[in-house]
Each structure stands twice: as C-alpha cells, then as structure tokens.
C-alpha cells in the first residue's frame, strides 16, 4: 500500500462511516495483523511519527498550521518490518481536544475506536507527564461506558475484563525538555511513567479526581511503556519537517524514535480478540464496520456481538474460498484423463493442502468445527465427482482407441476371413497387434485394462469359434490352444481387478490423507491459539498481581483486597486452560473425525485407530 488512506470518516450528518476503499485493502489482507493506532491531542506530532514506524519521512499528512490536520482514522497496511508473515497496520487518528471542533463526544468515539481496533496504542503528548496532560486523558475514564465486554454484563465486571483485550500502552511524550531525574537518580522513562501513574493515598473528592485517570490507565493497559522526545529540530526548521533529512534533525531525537520504532516492531503483537483468536487484515475490516455500525445505531460496542459476526462472516467466507479456490486449482491442474489414479491423487493432495490452509486461516471461532466439517465434505464430494469422470473419460477414450486398433480385424471378422484353415494362428496374430498397439499407446487413462478386459471377454466366443473351424489343427493342438486362450482370459481378468483395486486403495488413501490433512492444521491452530491465551492470560494476571501489591502499598486495602477476586477468577481460568487444553484439542479433532466417518469412508476405518493414539500425544 503505497500511502495511507482514510478508514473512518463522518459523513454528511456528522454519522461516523467505514470507507470503502479502505475496506476494499483490508480485504486482500489474509495475513495477522498487527494494528498499532497512535491518539493524542490535535498537533502534537502524531502523524509525523506515524510516518516513521512506516519507515517514511512522508505518507500520514503533518500539518504545519495550528489547525488540525488529521480527520476521522487513517490507515496505512505495511508489510512488517520484522514479524515475517504478518502486516503492520498502522492507525492515525483525528487529534482530540480541537477547541474549534468541540465534540467531546465524537472524540470519545475515537479513542474507543482506537482502542478496540489496534493491539498497540500509542498515546503522545506535548512536554511532560504531569496531572494537565493526565487530565487530557480524560477519555480513558469513560471507557466503561463506550465499550462493552458482553451484553448484560455489570459496568464493574465489564471494566475488569478490559485488560484482556485492550491494546499495550505506549506513552510517547514529545518535547520533552526535563532530565529524566528522580532524588539526584537518573531514572528510565519506564520509571517517569510509572511515577506519574502512581496512585495518591486518601478519598477525599480531589484526590479521587486526581487518582481517576490513573487508575483507569493501570487497570486496563499492560504493558506499559513510555519513550521521551527531545525537540526535533530548531524552532525555523520545524514547520517544514515533512521536507526535512535525518541530518536535519537532532540525533538524540532521531535515536529516541529508533528505540520508539524497533520497541514496537519487537513487541507489539498481532491483534487477538478473546482466547487467543487472531485477526487477519480482512477481519479487521469487519471488525470496524461492526463496531461502527454499532456505534451509528446509538449502541455500545460489544466484544462478545463482535466476535460472534466476525466468525458468522468469516467462517462461511473462508469455506466459500477455500472450495473456490480447489475447484480451480483442479480445473487448472487437471487433465482428465490421468494414466493412474495416483496421478490425479497428487495434484489433489497438493490443492486440497492449500485449500485447508486458505480456510484455517480464513476462518475464525469455528463453533463445533461445523465449517470445517462442511468443507471437507465439499471438498470431498468435488474430489469424487472428478474421480468419477476420470474413470468415465478413461473409459470413453479406450473405448474409441480400440476401436481404431481394432479396426481392421473387425472388419476381417464380419467378413468370415478367419473361419478357414491356418484362420486361428491370424486372428491370434491380429489380436496381439491390436493388443499392442493398444498397450503401446498413451493418454487413455487409468480405466486401459479394465476397458481392455470387457472388449476382449465379449470376443471370447468368437475366438473359440475360429479356433474350433480350424481344421488344420489337430484335436489335441486344439486342446493346448483352448487351454491358452483360458489363461489368457484369466491373466486379463487379475490385471483389470488388479488395476481396479490400486484405484480404490489410491481413493481410499486419498479420503485417509484429507481427513489426516484437516487434523494436522486444525491440531496446529488450536495450539497457537492456546498458546496466546496462555501467554495472555498469564500477562494480565501478572499485571493484575503488580496492581494489587501498588494498592497495599498505597494504602488502598479495600481495593487491593476487591481485586483478589479478579485475581483468583484469572487464576482459575489458567488452571482450568491448562487442564482442558489438550482435552479441547482432542475434542475438536475427534469431532471432524466422527464426522469424517460419515462421509468419508476410508478415514472411518481409521479414525478409532486415529483417536486412541491422540491421548497419546498429549499426554
Ligand atoms: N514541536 C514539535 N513539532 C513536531 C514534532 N514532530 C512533528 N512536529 C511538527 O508538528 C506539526 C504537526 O505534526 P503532525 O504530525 O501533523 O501532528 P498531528 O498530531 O498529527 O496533528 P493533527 O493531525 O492535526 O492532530 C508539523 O509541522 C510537524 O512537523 C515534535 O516532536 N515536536
Ligand atoms: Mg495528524
């Protein structure tokens, strides 16, 4: 994407609207995405440092005036830097606070927006920490009443859910013109952050308003993370910065946004709803239509409701292009007919592989694996039709090769030529070159003795016919040639049963191998999936930990003692996570391979075998 276009705009009304283009972008993103957004007060910098994580000096528009540059959200899909595989999404919004602006409200709905698309926010600030700048924060206290967990869901509980799915904070301070001191101590900015969260003892109403903001701050948001910014450049230079070389500006803020950039690079992670669901660029774009549709309706936006379209879309999105993009792969790739089953076999494998992994990647909260089973019924049922035109073509192309080989001593046979003496030993001749002929020749498929089989046993009876008006055999050399042509019969027969049966163990091994397929990429998901839930679960019952130790520390008992609860909750969820994953995963495997029983039947023989040995590999 060659620069950034705008995601969400107001329209006419004032009614806040996702852009089709953008969407449009989103969509062609099948990758995770890591979405970082940047929010902050109007002309602060933003945007400029936007451009830098992109790698660019210009791309988001800076503004050199003191009006506001920046409108609605803006978007600008990268490929990442360092994550391989993954798309940097990155998200400048509209600058808050713009006095000739005045919408408190749709402010709020961009911060919200902010914070429920990307999984990294960036907030920037002019100067310092200090309670003015934590004031402008303000947005940060409503929260609870602009984004909901689940519908139905206490206000209180809601809040406590928060941390699971809000992005890693990064504060970034820009001119930033104090030394990093505390008590004659040079400190880190992690350390100037932390000091400037912390909490002040009392409940009177000031110290409340004082202790709000940060609260909020160190109940929702873990990681947290703070760079400082010296000024850039001089004073002149400034207001042209979009124009500025690096050797223009100060090395030591050229350096603070080096460390800014590769921290975010290095950590800031792929975008998950709840448990671990990653998203991918066009489950992005899904994602903010959802939630501002919501918000256009005069609604809340709701996790839960979220992630419940999001997987009612994507699933049956990712079954579609799954089987779409088999069916082509095939029409592409095959020629029909192939000289062996195995032939087809491959070339099957091969797109069926690639169509597993366009819908596991595609699909998203897969409920019962009910998609899943649904594709590889699909997927099936397309593979035997094609096995079923491959015999079918086979079988029409042998039939016209034999007549063509065959040609001459038909016309030999209606015309009696070879019921005469010395009649036999020509037909048997004649037979043999048609026979090889036939053989010698390519591209009549996998059906050639079968085929071959059937022609020949209708002629059985004439050969014995010929071979009994031979009268220049005697009776016992009859006797040897009636025994040969029995064999030979016979011989035919095992070749054609022969070449019958490698068909249908190819097919079976093929019915074996989707179902092992589906297994394999199911198994592979639900472990990385796991994974971030655990990683995720862990982060949070970390941060929640550090949380309650800085209320004791505080004098906020009470709170600290409240938070057990959240604390213990989380601690249950861990333990039963890791109790019940491997039995999850099995589960989930078990359940496509009952089903697979019904449809597939080769697999079906299989798949007691295949279960047992499950609990063995996650023991
Ligand atoms: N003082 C100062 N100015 C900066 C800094 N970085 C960029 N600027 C300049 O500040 C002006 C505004 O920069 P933008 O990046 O457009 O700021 P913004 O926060 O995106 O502004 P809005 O979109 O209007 O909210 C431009 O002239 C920039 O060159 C900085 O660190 N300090
Ligand atoms: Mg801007």
Redesign the pocket.
């Known amino acids: 994407m060659p620069e950034p276009i705008c995601l969400i705009d107001s329209d006419e009304n004032g009614c806040m609207c996702v852009r089709r283009e953008a969407l449009e972008i989103l969509e062609q993103i099948t990758q995770p995405v890591v979405v970082v957004a940047i929010v902050?007060l109007?002309?602060?910098?933003?945007?400029?440092l936007m451009n830098r994580l992109a790698g660019k000096n210009n791309g988001f528009a800076?503004?050199?005036t003191i009006e506001?540059?920046?409108k609605g959200i803006w978007m600008w899909c990268v490929r990442h830097p360092t994550k391989e595989g993954h798309t940097l999404v990155l998200l400048?919004t509209?600058?808050l606070g713009d006095v000739d602006k005045g919408d408190e409200k749709h402010d709020t709905w961009i911060f919200s927006l902010a914070i429920l698309l990307s999984s990294s926010l960036v907030y920037?600030s002019m100067g310092t920490i200090n309670n003015h700048a934590l004031e402008k924060l303000h947005y940060v206290t409503k929260l609870t009443e602009h984004i909901k967990v689940k519908s139905g869901l206490r206000e209180d509980d809601q809040s406590t859910e928060f941390m699971s799915f809000f992005p890693s904070f990064v504060w970034t301070v820009?001119?930033f013109t104090l030394k990093l001191e505390l008590e004659g101590q040079p400190i880190t900015s992690d350390q100037y952050l932390d000091k400037a969260l912390k909490l002040r003892p009392g409940s009177s109403k000031r110290t409340e308003q004082y202790n709000l903001p940060r609260r909020c701050l160190r109940e929702f948001f873990s990681p947290r993370k703070c760079f400082v910014?010296e000024?850039?450049t001089t004073e002149e230079k400034?207001?042209q910065?979009?124009q500025l070389k690096d050797a223009d500006l100060k090395s030591g803020f050229l350096k603070e946004v080096g460390d800014f950039c590769s921290y975010i690079f290095t950590n800031a992670q792929a975008k998950t709803m709840r448990e671990g669901l990653e998203l991918t660029g066009r489950m992005l774009g899904t994602l903010a239509e959802t939630y501002v549709e919501a918000i256009s309706n005069g609604q809340v936006p709701c996790l839960d409701n979220a992630v419940e379209s999001l997987s009612q879309i994507q699933n049956k999105r990712a079954v579609i292009e799954a089987l779409d993009f088999y069916k082509s792969e095939m029409s592409r790739n095959v020629q029909l007919p192939t000289e062996t089953q195995e032939d087809l076999s491959e070339i099957h494998t091969d797109i069926q592989r690639e169509a597993v992994n366009i819908f596991i990647s595609g699909s998203f909260n897969d409920v019962e694996q009910r998609h899943q089973i649904e594709l590889m019924r699909s997927l099936h049922s397309v593979y035997e039709e094609y096995c079923r035109d491959n015999v079918e073509t086979s079988r029409k192309m042998c039939k016209s090769v034999i007549s063509r080989v065959f040609s001459t001593l038909e016309t030999e046979l209606r015309k009696g030529s070879y019921m005469r003496p010395g009649g036999y030993t020509e037909y048997r001749s004649a037979q043999e070159r048609a026979i090889e002929q036939y053989r010698s020749e390519k591209g009549h498929g996998l059906m050639s003795e079968e085929v071959l089989q059937e022609y020949l046993s209708e002629k059985e009876g004439i050969g014995f016919n010929i071979l009994a008006a031979d009268k220049s055999l005697t009776e016992s050399q009859q006797e040897i040639e009636r025994l040969r042509l029995k064999a030979e019969a016979d011989e035919q027969q095992r070749m054609a049963l022969e070449e019958q049966k490698r068909r249908t163990k190819q097919q079976d091994k093929d019915q074996e191998r989707a179902y092992e397929e589906n297994k394999k990429q199911l198994q592979e998901k639900m472990k990385r999936k796991t994974q971030i839930a655990m990683q995720d679960l862990d982060r949070v019952l970390n941060a929640k930990l550090e949380e309650q130790r800085h209320l004791m520390e505080n004098g906020f008992k009470d709170r600290a003692e409240r938070m057990q609860r959240d604390i213990d909750n989380l601690k249950e969820k861990e333990k039963k996570l890791k109790m019940t994953w491997s039995s999850l995963i099995s589960t989930a495997l078990e359940t496509i391979g009952t089903a697979a029983l019904f449809f597939l039947p080769g697999p079906g023989k299989l798949v007691g075998f295949g279960l047992s040995a499950l609990s063995k590999v996650f023991k």
């Open positions: 902050g109007y002309r602060t910098g933003k945007s400029f800076l503004g050199a506001s540059k920046t400048d509209e600058g920037n820009r001119d910014f000024r850039p400034m207001s910065m979009e």
